[in-house]
């Protein structure tokens, strides 16, 4: 048994996210396949099934871009550019397969290059709409069922109801133990910190999902148990936009005097704030949560009748959010040339605003190196803290 294997609890989170490839290598090793996915869309339930390992394809913020300029132009996302970047230098050899996405224009053109690039025995692309209407629901699970089958005849096996409804129990329940974990933050000072839960979160998505509810329920245990080691800060801050996949920044913004108490992102609540409903058709409730369920500015919402209402229809869930975690600060955090966050920067400062919420906006260049200028920025905005 491997020394990682061996830790547990927070210990195993921390060994998990520092070494992200060594449990995806052992579970090759053992026979099992694994997939790459971006992103929070493609449907999680539908690898695990089928008895693949999903595996969250992220970028390196300790690895300078090189490999990527040559494929990708400067002037987009430069998460996305570093995927490609680490996927490039054989970081991600190990897959299986891939799993794209049109959850933004970056993930779309990357998704297509990626394909054409990383020889993977299995490649799919899962188109989706950016309006989560009822035809759109019934498009998106259309696609969803591509999706199965290409799978399904990559695997050799058929999905059987039973087994995609106990996928999808699976899943619900690490999303309610990763809730559970969140509420742990709800104290004043929360009992776990936000590089601690960051730590955990990109565990679950490197591990199958029986170890992911395994190592939640050892998380929750010592937390719960341990004395509070968390200091009291000034700010109980929201962090919104997109996604923070480096402790370096979290613990900048945590020594910055900031309790990071909810991460409105993609490596935060949006995959596990709501679980899949049950439905006659499990594809049709798969096809609704992953459209209507995952908040994102990728997916349009209903027009209101005047900018206040709009504001509302798409922004509205943070509010709860705020009032629940007695949040008095939030951090939008931009990656650079993120247009889906970037673009709605104007009004998500506005709508904070209109709730007396102090916001600090920083469009960052997804790299460890040029993490350290951005310190006195939070230090200056905790100042402003009441």
């Not at 090189?66 to 002037?75: E, I, K, Q």
């Not at 933004?104 to 290059?113: K, L, N, Q, V």
């Not at 096809?287 to 209903?302: D, G, I, S």
């Amino acid at each position: 048994m491997s020394e990682e294997k061996k830790k547990t609890g927070l210990a195993r989170a921390h060994e998990l996210y520092s070494y992200r490839n060594r449990r995806a290598l052992e579970l090759k090793s053992e026979g099992r396949k694994t997939l790459g996915y971006f992103c929070c869309y493609p449907p999680l339930e539908i690898m695990t099934a089928l008895d693949f390992v999903p595996i969250r394809i992220l970028g390196d913020m300790d690895e300078p871009i090189t490999v990527a300029d040559g494929y990708l132009p400067t002037v987009m996302c430069i998460f996305y550019r570093s995927c490609f970047d680490v996927g490039m230098k054989g970081k991600y050899d190990y897959l299986d397969g891939f799993v794209g996405s049109h959850s933004c224009d970056g993930a779309e053109r990357t998704s297509h290059i990626w394909r054409n690039y990383m020889k993977t025995p299995c490649n799919f692309f899962l188109d989706m709409p950016h309006t989560s209407s009822p035809e759109a629901v019934r498009f998106f699970k259309d696609q969803m069922n591509y999706f199965k089958e290409t799978l399904e005849d990559f695997a050799g096996k058929k999905i059987t109801r039973d087994r995609l409804e106990e996928s999808i129990s699976l899943h619900n329940k690490q999303r309610q133990l990763v809730r559970e974990l969140f509420n742990l933050r709800k104290p004043d000072p929360p009992l776990v910190t936000g590089s601690e839960v960051l730590q955990v979160i990109i565990a679950l998505m490197v591990i199958p999902v029986e170890e992911g509810i395994n190592l939640l329920e050892e998380v929750l245990q010592e937390v719960k148990s341990r004395p509070n080691v968390t200091p009291k800060k000034p700010g109980r801050l929201l962090i919104w936009g997109s996604l923070i996949d480096h402790t370096a920044f979290t613990e900048l913004i945590e020594n910055s005097g900031f309790n990071i108490v909810v991460e409105d992102t993609a490596i935060g609540a949006r995959p596990f704030w709501h679980d899949v409903e049950s439905t006659e058709d499990p594809m049709h409730g798969l096809a609704r949560h992953y459209l209507q369920e995952v908040k994102c500015p990728r997916t349009f919402a209903k027009s209101g009748r005047d900018y206040r209402e709009d504001l509302e229809n798409r922004f509205g869930y943070l509010k709860e959010f705020a009032k629940y975690w007695n949040v008095n600060s939030v951090y939008a955090n931009i990656i650079r040339n993120c247009d889906i966050h970037g673009y709605e920067v104007p009004s998500i400062k506005d709508y904070f605003e209109s709730m007396d919420l102090p916001v600090l906006v920083i469009e960052q260049d997804y790299s460890t190196a040029a993490l350290e200028p951005l310190r006195t920025r939070f230090q200056a905005f905790a100042e402003t803290i009441q």
